[in-house]
């Protein structure tokens, strides 16, 4: 699924198809954002595979590339690191993916 999901139907479709790296990768910029490389090691991608990642998680509207201002601190300043955050719709996956696995947990009990 690589569209900009624009409904809430697009957003439960692709919760119920996303992988569980990807799920973290999002649940990990729910805190805040982060690197090409810290994503590559949440994910446990290689960097290559991260670019792809990053890529179709951009198309779909998931994530946004995060410029640095000068209130940031120091090491946020570096024009070389490319920051990515979660967008609002991002937000809303992750919380559908946390439904669906709560329903998946309570059915197994």
Do not use: C
């Not at 479709?13 to 810290?38: D, Q, V």
């Not at 991002?90 to 919380?95: D, F, L, Q, S």
């Amino acid at each position: 699924m690589s569209k900009i999901l624009e409904t809430e139907e697009d957003v439960e479709i692709y919760a119920h198809h996303m992988t569980i790296g990807r799920y973290f990768i999002l649940k990990r910029m729910s805190a805040g954002p982060m690197t090409m490389g810290e994503m590559a090691l949440v994910g446990k991608f290689s960097a290559a595979s991260a670019t792809g990642q990053r890529d179709g998680l951009i198309k779909a509207g998931l994530i946004a590339e995060a410029s640095s201002s000068p209130d940031d601190p120091p090491a946020r300043r570096d024009r070389r690191k490319v920051y990515i955050e979660i967008t609002p719709v991002g937000r809303k996956v992750v919380a559908e993916f946390e439904k669906l696995m709560k329903k998946v947990n309570n059915a197994d009990e």
